[in-house]
Nanobody, 124 residues
Framework: QVQLVESGGGLVQAGGSLRLSCAAS????????MGWFRQGPGKEREFVTA????????DYADSVKDRFTISRDNAKNTVYLEMNSLKPEDTAVYYC?????????????????WGQGTQVTVSS
């Protein structure tokens, strides 16, 4: 039974920073790609960033490319999302996901397991 638990969400002012964590249990995730997606009010869940099993390859949505950083610590079975220069449009529930394979993937259907999400709210 794979479980992904996000943490670190909260309320932050525009321009601020926040660090999200996603801790996995039930499976060692070191051989799998992982990603972050988000879903804002009235929107579909969208890709934010992804990282390959080794951390060598990463992908970012254009909207976050120069502001967010994904990283992973396989020894801790955890992936992180460092968010800087936050904007109100970043407000969403953020989900981490475990991919089927080891690469960096940008599509929802390439992921088999999902966390329950953590709310990030950015005020102006």
């Amino acid at each position: 039974q794979v479980q992904l638990v996000e943490s670190g969400g909260g309320l932050v002012q525009a321009g601020g920073s926040l660090r999200l964590s996603c801790a996995a249990s039930g499976r060692t995730v070191s051989r799998y790609g992982m990603g972050w997606f988000r879903q804002g009010p009235g929107k579909e869940r969208e890709f934010v960033t992804a990282i390959s099993w080794s951390g060598y390859t990463t992908d970012y949505a254009d909207s976050v490319k120069d502001r967010f950083t994904i990283s992973r610590d396989n020894a801790k079975n955890t992936v992180y999302l460092e968010m800087n220069s936050l904007k109100p449009e970043d407000t969403a529930v953020y989900y981490c996901a475990l991919a089927r394979y080891g690469g960096s993937f940008t599509s929802r259907d390439q992921y088999d397991y999902w966390g329950q999400g953590t709310q990030v709210t950015v005020s102006s």
